[in-house]
Structures are given as C-alpha cells and as structure tokens.
C-alpha cells in the first residue's frame, strides 16, 4: 500500500506510563504532520516536520509531548508520564505540496 | 485553538437528494480543502482549492472557494449511502502554509 500507516492501531496504556507512537509517511513526501483528534472535534495541529527537523511545534500541548523524525521519513511521537486527558485518536499526514495533506488511520491511545 | 465555523452539524436526509454544507471564516484564507472522515479511519482529501473564487469538481462533488475568501461550500448531488460519514472543511489562513485549520464538521447520515 502507497498510503500513510501508523502503528498500533490502538494503544491502551496506564496513567503515567510512557508511550511511542509511529508514522510511516508516504513515500517521497518531505513534510509530516501529527494531529490529535478528540471525539466530536476536527483535528488539533501537534507538530509539523519539513525533512528531519520540526518546522512548528507550536501545537505540542506540553514538554511531556516529543516527536522525531531522524531520517526524515519515518516519524515517532512520544508522550511522557501519560494522563487521561492524553487519550485522543493521534493522526499523522504526509505532503509533498505544503497543502494537500494525507492522512494515515491513526492510533487510538486510550490512557487509564 | 481558532477554528472554521462550520454548518451545519449535522444532517440525516433521504438518499437521491442533494446536500450543501459550508465553511466560514473571520479571516482571509489562502487555501480550502474538504475531507471525508469514516469511523475509525484517517480523513480522507475530497477536494482542495487554491483561488478565490475557483469552482472544482470531484465527481458528484463540488466546492467553491469564496469570492471574499472567507467562506467555502461542498454539495453533494445524488447522496448514496456510502456518502455518510462526518465531512471537514480546513484550510491555511493567510501568511501561514503550515497549520491547517480546521472545522467542526458536519455528520452526514443517508437514509436508503
């Protein structure tokens, strides 16, 4: 498949608890994006990488949230010391345009 | 965070008819884009539009971005069943080609 892929699927996790995230990117798409979507909302803007480096991390809510993008393709959102108010669906989306977004299916993280 | 206003909500009408949602912002934006999003899934890009006032279509799918660059619509003509899901608008605001911005979005049920 030639679309965005995240994994897992769904994680379910206890308050506190440290977790990773991961983007597969479309291939060739030098911009990569995380989102947080709650339920009834549209997507929260996190963080926007343009190669390896993040361009905005503007929309990070805490220092508790981190992302990296080493090789400038695959991508890993990480969340430190987990709350409840963490869980969300988390949404990557790749570009080659600085417009037309594509998104993956997204991690449902579920935090107790 | 700023958000599109977006209407309506919600909308349960019988398949055949034709639907018309749309988007409005206080402020000028550069580019519109509207996306479908099925549940448990990423949304997906149904249309993006660049210049105020272009007309696009996607097959039984049209949107315009707005003359006054605030606004942008999505019909839907010939609803079917497969049309349901919850629609986004989002687009750039002006001087800013990384945070898309986003809608409420609107729930589309179709009655068969």
């Known amino acids: 498949g030639a679309g965005v892929s995240q994994t897992p699927s769904n994680k379910v996790t206890e308050k506190g608890k440290y977790v990773e995230l991961r983007c597969d990117p479309i291939s060739g798409h030098t911009a990569l994006y995380w989102y947080r979507q709650s339920l009834g909302q549209g997507p929260e803007f996190l963080i926007y990488?343009?190669?390896?480096?993040?361009?905005?991390d503007s929309g990070l809510p805490n220092d508790r949230f981190f992302a990296v993008r080493p090789e400038g393709s695959v991508s890993t959102l990480k969340i430190q010391r987990t709350e409840r108010g963490d869980s969300a669906v988390y949404l990557c989306?790749?570009?080659?345009?600085?417009?037309?977004?594509?998104f993956g299916p997204g991690t449902r993280l579920t935090v107790l | 965070g700023q958000q599109l206003n977006q209407s309506p909500q919600s909308m349960f009408i019988q398949e055949g008819e034709d639907v018309s949602m749309n988007c409005t912002s206080s402020?000028?934006?550069?580019?519109w884009l509207w996306y479908k999003q099925d549940p448990g899934e990423g949304p997906v890009l149904l249309i993006a539009?660049?210049?105020a006032g272009e007309l696009t279509s996607n097959g039984r799918l049209t949107a315009q971005f707005g003359i006054t660059r605030k606004d942008s619509f999505l019909n839907i003509s010939a609803s079917i069943p497969s049309d349901v899901g919850i629609y986004f608008c989002?687009?750039?605001?002006?001087?800013?080609?990384?945070?898309?911005?986003w809608g409420l979005g609107t729930s589309l049920a179709v009655n068969p």
């Open positions: 989306a790749s570009s080659m345009t600085s417009s037309e977004q594509f």
């Open positions: 539009l660049y210049k």
């Open positions: 402020s000028i934006f550069n580019t």
């Open positions: 989002a687009g750039f605001g002006a001087g800013n080609n990384r945070k898309l911005i």
């Open positions: 990488f343009q190669g390896t480096g993040a361009a905005d």
